[in-house]
């Protein structure tokens, strides 16, 4: 029987890497006013999931990244900015695609 190795380094390095990857194919431009918009969001209507955001994002008319891995690229960049935090919750997802898996409920850092 062969076992599985696991490496956390090595797969953190890789989720960081694909991220970066998502960030720069959506473009700084993009990923600004993306960033921006989220947070803004949050501080709006309360913690969130990323998802809430990406609906009310998309229903305002605003362009689609180039790729949709850019919408976690745009929390990520958040949460390392210290522009929002995680609040400990799940909330399953609404997106049919995802059916019904637990994600971060999100809240934006109070300005102060």
């Known amino acids: 029987m062969t076992q599985l ?3 956390l380094s090595a797969s953190l390095r890789a989720r960081d890497a694909g991220i970066k990857l998502a960030a720069e194919h959506a473009g700084d ?3 600004a006013r993306a960033v921006a918009d989220f947070v803004a969001f949050l ?3 309360g913690p969130a999931p990323l998802e809430s955001w990406r609906y009310d994002w998309l229903t305002r008319r605003n362009a689609p990244p180039a790729s949709h891995k850019a919408y976690g690229a745009v929390a990520a960049t958040a949460l390392r900015r ?3 935090r995680w609040t400990g919750q799940y909330k399953p997802a609404a997106s049919k695609k995802t059916h019904g898996h ?3 409920v ?3 850092v109070q300005q102060g």
Do not use: Y
Request: net charge negative; glycine share 6%; proline share 6%.
């Open 106 to 108: 999100l809240a934006a």
């Open 29 to 31: 431009d993009w990923m």
């Open 5 to 7: 190795a696991l490496d």
């Open 82 to 84: 210290g522009l929002i």
């Open 102 to 104: 637990p994600v971060r």
């Open 43 to 45: 501080r709006e209507h």
